[in-house]
């Protein structure tokens, strides 16, 4: 009996322990749980503005479009050639068409007509003389031979087709003799022509006289009036391709004509050294003279002034 008074404690004892361990874990969850409750709210964080951006040149580390354009090397298919510029821009093409042009060639297409027509045999007789010496001779032989119509109306022809073709050679190679353009530029190499034509003429007469040789000296200016007529009816063709052949290259006839004067100044030449060399008792040292100072010297200062300018 008194151990069962004595168990009866010791269970209550163990009792009041569990619960107060309980109640001690209540307090723990209950505590736990209001501290949880109550947390502290998080501080609102001001918005900060994002930072300026700095230069684009300090952080730009890619290159530029135009810095690779400048490092990529350029090669050229054209590199080591022998043609040099000789204008540094563009060059505009030269009008070659005007009005006074258009005049000047129906007129002599209209004067051609008219003495093919009115002086048909007069007209064929001056080329005939072109390729035989002594029918040439025989012209020469009748007077006034130069001053016919049909010889005055072909001079003219020449004065006007040479002038034209010589304006334009200086459009076409850019060397200005004269100031000014146009219609005025060809009337003063008009007039140059024929001041220079007709010097020409009297500085021949005079070598005849004073070489005692005024039979043959004539005898060439009369070929020299001859040449002059078939070079004048030579560049009518020239001068009208030149100013409406659109289709074909400007230096084709531009070459063309400066064939023609070749051609003419070798044939006039030649002609000149058989009436020279066909006179007897002619000192030939005066024929070379001759030709060398009036003939030869002035077409080499010429080319140079040409090739000068074309260089």
Known sequence: MFQNQQNIPQDSTAKQNVQKDLAADSLKKLSAGKTDSVKPKPKAVKAVPPPEPVATAQIDTLPKKD?????????????GHELKPSNSGPVAKPDYYSDWVTVFLLGSVVLITYLRVAYSKRFFEFFRALLDVRFASQLVREERVLSQRVS?????????????FLYYLSVFFNVRVFS????????????????LFIFRVLIIE????????????SFYNFHIFLFNKALGLGLI????????????????????GIILFFISYLARLIRGLNIGLGKQGFNKFYLFFYFCTLEILPAVILAKIILNHTA
């Open 152 to 164: 005055v109306f072909l001079m003219v022809i020449f004065f006007f087709s040479a002038s034209a």
């Open 206 to 217: 005079l070598s005849g006289f004073i070489f005692n040789a005024q039979a043959e000296f």
């Open 67 to 79: 810095s690779l354009i400048a490092e990529i090397p350029v090669v050229s298919l054209f590199a």
């Open 237 to 256: 063709p020239v001068l009208a391709g030149l100013v409406y052949a659109d289709a074909f290259p400007q230096a084709v006839f531009i070459y063309a």
């Open 180 to 195: 000014g353009e146009g219609f005025p530029v060809f009337v003063k190499t008009g007039f140059s022509v024929f001041v």
